[in-house]
């Protein structure tokens, strides 16, 4: 039986034993072979399924090779280097490929997925769909045979028999009928068995082979072998330029490792030559070790890391991501060693105020520290000031004294003069010429506001002459507390948590663009200069004036009066950010000077803006009702007008019209508080 490859047709209507045994094999056959070809379709679907992924992965990288341009490296900003154009050609190249790829997957899908699928859809569901129906009839033929010869003999049944006659003919054909069709598929199957196994194959070839005659008529060119050529003799190269480069480097990593051994010894050992301490240093940096008391008795030495910056003795902790100020190196500062009995290379800084005990790793270092922090104390004495700008002065003496009071007036903040610049040089960058031309040149940076003491013996020159001017900078508590408390008399009063990041000299009075080039390159000095601590403030927000007071001890930093304020915003990006336009004028003759303060808001820099914008328009109000008692022409009656409600005069009014308003209203009245439309104006 097993050998046989056939089933005989004529054996059909038979029906015996032998035939059913040998077409019970044929159907175990074909069900092997439906699970096997079922199993053979998984696995070409996965050879065109990673065929056309390996299309897209192809196209995506040539894509990605394409945003290489697009990428803002610093290091490679060249548009025509030699990487981006070899990377260009790859690209093109790889999506010559990518369409190469995708064309044999196409192939792939015709010539080898099509043959199984139509196989196993029609040969294979088509042959068990038959064999179904051959042992329903094959059923049917017995149960009708059987009920025919359960007819008795009686004439009485004759017609039962004749009907029980009929339906074993037409069982019986439909039997035949059927058997015949079912074993001559069963037949065909054994030839269409080597179609169905070889067919998708050679599919599978024929697409390979096609697709490696396309790229190898398109790769196997001279301008193809020529750019491989090219690329592969650039890559050696830079692979023998980074072998040489390799060698350098151990080489000098050994050098260095040489040269560093006595850095590895807390302290030298006798057998190893004598380093004596560079005493000619004006900066350090390195850890120490810092004594500090608790409750005037527990003594702990904790190891910081200190360095100079400027005129200052910086240090950052472990916890810490920015320096904080130890010390000001003025010529106040002495260091010297000091002995301990528990500890050794001890020196102590002394300002007469305050003293730092600092413990270094050893003697060397010890004396190093000294005398770098006694170098940078007698360069802060002996540095030239800052030229003082030529001033027109009136011949007469009370002029002069009224234009010495102007720059000490609580309304404008001073540059740093001569002792201060030595005393703040910490806070004091030279900043090149901006690229966008906004700014001055060299214009020195302000980081922190001025202390209350700083202008002291300005005080005490008022004070001699008479004259009793306000010092915004030495302020008792009371005082400000005696402010804040009669708020209820103000029409206007708010307050708001800030951090001054630093204020520079401007060209212009106004101006958005002014004001982002002046943050950016505060916060650029701020980095480079790695001045990162800030002390809060706190912004008080009248209608009459706007203050910077010291929340710990209430004195106040700094006051501007809103005449003085000519523009401000927030940065249209970062919304904390704040900044202000201050103008100041020393005396008649000489031209005005504009200053720039840039602010962090603890919360939204907006509301700073909505705030100074209700004090602008409030004393723009005052001011009306104080003129028309005075009849102020008509003239500037309607340039005031204009400044009040801009919108619905000049809807699309500029900056410059607004300017020539302003103008007109000084000119017509010179008054302290005809100031206030000025900055009315651009609220």
């Given at each position: 039986m097993p050998g046989l490859e056939k089933i005989h047709l004529e054996d059909a209507w038979e029906d015996n034993p032998q035939t059913r045994s040998l077409v019970a094999l044929f159907e175990q056959d074909g069900r092997t072979l439906k699970k096997y070809i079922e199993s053979l379709y998984d696995h070409c679907e996965q050879v065109l399924n990673a065929q056309r992924e390996l299309a897209d992965a192809t196209n995506n990288l040539s894509r990605h090779l394409r945003i290489y341009e697009d990428q803002s490296f610093p290091l490679d900003t060249d548009p025509d280097s030699?990487?981006?154009?070899?990377?260009?050609?790859?690209?093109?190249?790889?999506?010559?490929?990518?369409?190469?790829?995708?064309?044999?997957?196409?192939?792939?899908?015709?010539?080898?997925?099509?043959?199984l699928s139509r196989f196993i859809d029609a040969d294979l569901t088509e042959i068990f769909t038959m064999g179904e129906m051959f042992h329903a009839s094959c059923n049917e033929l017995k149960q009708a045979v059987g009920k025919f010869c359960k007819v008795p003999q009686r004439r009485d049944n004759e017609k039962q028999r004749q009907d029980t006659r009929d339906d074993v003919y037409t069982t019986s054909k439909k039997f035949h009928k059927m058997a015949l069709h079912y074993y001559a598929s069963l037949n065909a199957l054994q030839y269409?068995?080597?179609?169905?196994?070889?067919?998708?194959?050679?599919?599978?070839?024929?697409?390979?082979?096609?697709?490696?005659?396309?790229?190898?008529?398109?790769?196997?060119?001279?301008e193809v072998e020529s750019f491989l050529s090219n690329i592969s003799t650039s890559v050696q190269g830079v692979q023998a330029e980074l072998g040489q480069e390799t060698q350098k480097t151990v080489e000098l990593i050994e050098s260095i490792e040489k040269q560093s051994q006595h850095l590895y010894y807390a302290e030298l050992p006798v057998d190893l030559p004598y380093i004596p301490p560079n005493t000619g240093l004006s900066q350090k940096s390195g850890y120490l070790f810092q004594r500090t008391k608790f409750?005037?008795?527990?003594?702990?030495?904790?190891?910081?890391?200190?360095?100079?910056?400027?005129?200052?003795?910086?240090?950052?902790?472990?916890?810490?991501?920015?320096?904080?100020?130890?010390?000001?190196?003025?010529?106040?500062?002495?260091?010297?060693?000091?002995?301990?009995?528990?500890?050794?290379?001890?020196?102590?800084?002394?300002?007469?105020?305050?003293?730092?005990?600092?413990?270094?790793?050893?003697?060397?270092?010890?004396?190093?520290?000294?005398?770098?922090?006694?170098?940078?104390a007698k360069?802060?004495?002996?540095?030239?000031?800052?030229?003082?700008?030529?001033?027109?002065?009136?011949?007469?003496?009370?002029?002069?004294?009224?234009?010495?009071?102007?720059?000490?007036?609580?309304?404008?903040?001073?540059?740093?003069?001569?002792?201060?610049?030595?005393?703040?040089?910490?806070?004091?960058?030279?900043?090149?010429?901006?690229?966008m031309g906004h700014l001055l040149p060299?214009?020195?940076?302000?980081?922190?506001?001025?202390?209350?003491?700083?202008?002291?013996?300005?005080?005490?020159?008022?004070?001699?002459?008479?004259?009793?001017?306000?010092?915004?900078?030495?302020?008792?508590?009371?005082?400000?507390?005696?402010?804040?408390?009669?708020?209820?008399?103000?029409?206007?009063?708010?307050?708001?948590?800030?951090?001054?990041?630093?204020?520079?000299?401007?060209?212009?009075?106004?101006?958005?663009?002014?004001?982002?080039e002046t943050m950016r390159q505060i916060m650029t000095a701020r980095a480079i200069h790695g001045v990162f601590k800030m002390s809060e403030s706190h912004m008080v927000i009248s209608n009459s004036c706007l203050k910077i007071v010291d929340p710990s001890h209430q004195a106040i930093k700094a006051t501007f009066s809103l005449e003085d304020i000519s523009f401000w915003t927030g940065h249209k990006d970062n919304n904390r950010l704040i900044g202000f336009i201050t103008r100041s004028k020393s005396d008649c003759e000489s031209p005005p000077t504009f200053h720039c303060y840039i602010f962090e808001a603890h919360l939204n820099a907006q509301e700073i803006c909505n705030a100074l914008s209700t004090a602008a328009n409030i004393a723009l109000k005052k001011l009306l009702e104080n003129k028309n008692k005075e009849n102020i022409p008509e003239a500037s009656m309607e340039n005031l007008s204009i400044a009040d409600n801009p919108s619905e005069e000049q809807p699309t009014k500029t900056l410059e019209h607004k300017q020539e308003s302003q103008s007109n209203v000084i000119a017509t009245e010179d008054s302290p508080s005809a100031g206030n439309e000025n900055k009315v104006v651009e609220a």
């Open positions: 030699v990487l981006r154009s070899t990377l260009r050609q790859i690209s093109s190249m790889l999506d010559e490929v990518s369409s190469w790829q995708q064309m044999c997957a196409t192939q792939m899908a015709d010539g080898m997925m099509f043959p269409k068995r080597k179609i169905a196994l070889i067919e998708p194959l050679l599919g599978y070839l024929h697409s390979l082979k096609s697709h490696f005659a396309v790229g190898y008529e398109a790769l196997n060119t001279p409750a005037g008795m527990v003594t702990k030495w904790e190891q910081i890391y200190f360095y100079t910056v400027g005129g200052y003795l910086m240090s950052i902790s472990k916890d810490e991501v920015a320096g904080s100020s130890v010390m000001e190196l003025d010529i106040k500062v002495a260091a010297q060693a000091l002995e301990q009995e528990d500890r050794r290379n001890v020196f102590q800084i002394s300002n007469g105020k305050k003293v730092v005990i600092l413990q270094a790793i050893n003697e060397r270092e010890r004396d190093e520290w000294i005398a770098t922090i006694n170098n940078i360069e802060s004495h002996s540095c030239q000031e800052y030229p003082k700008p030529v001033k027109q002065l009136s011949k007469d003496r009370n002029s002069q004294k009224s234009v010495e009071k102007s720059e000490r007036s609580s309304n404008y903040t001073p540059s740093p003069t001569s002792s201060e610049a030595g005393e703040k040089s910490s806070f004091y960058s030279s900043q090149p010429s901006s690229p060299d214009i020195p940076i302000q980081f922190d506001m001025f202390s209350p003491s700083d202008n002291t013996r300005d005080e005490q020159e008022n004070s001699k002459d008479g004259t009793s001017v306000s010092n915004p900078y030495d302020q008792s508590p009371t005082s400000v507390t005696t402010e804040g408390s009669t708020n209820s008399t103000n029409t206007f009063w708010e307050v708001f948590a800030v951090r001054f990041l630093g204020s520079m000299q401007v060209p212009n009075d106004r101006g958005e663009n002014l004001i982002f």
